[in-house]
């Protein structure tokens, strides 16, 4: 635990993985803004942090995994930058600012998400945790069709599974848990879309 933590060094001109726990927004701004050949970044437990250091995804486009957790005053994630992270397999984010009634992901309707999938043919692996104000899992999630592993945590008010899932054909692992309301899957239908799925798991879910 450094949250009182002012002063680091900035210059680590060849880092490429880099874990960011129970600090502040100092040192996140501080080291990861100047940073260009990152392949692991984990933020999580910033307390105050909002906003990710400017062009901090845009310029590390080797990045393999990231994971952005339990910052909950985090309020906006840069999707667009994201067009820049081809090689990105491995996203896990959530646990944000509870003042959001939806989460932070691209919309289906407005093609955001589809202009985010054209841009993540590598992302194989998913994880996103909500918090007690969401009651839906973002549309947007039906794009990514190159999934094969999906993880779904902490929707407590989340009663039913969308019906989309059954577009995520590449899917071979779901994972949920902590959705105590969960009572409802997709139609035998679209389930059975899955064919690829090899294991499900709940936690903590009236299924």
Known sequence: DCRKLVKVPNSFPSLQELHITESNAVTVNSVAGNLTFLSYLQIKGILDLILLPQGLLHNNKFLHCLIIMDCPRFQSFPFIELKCLSSLKRLTMGGFSEKQISFPFPNNENRGAFQVQQ????LHELEIVGWSTLTSLPDGLQCLITLEKLT???????????????????LQFLMIGECKKLTSLPSKEEMGRLTKLRRLKFVTAHI
């Open 152 to 170: 779904i945590s902490r929707f407590p008010k989340l009663r039913v599974l969308p019906e989309w899932f059954g577009r995520l054909s590449s």
């Open 119 to 122: 841009h993540l043919l590598a």
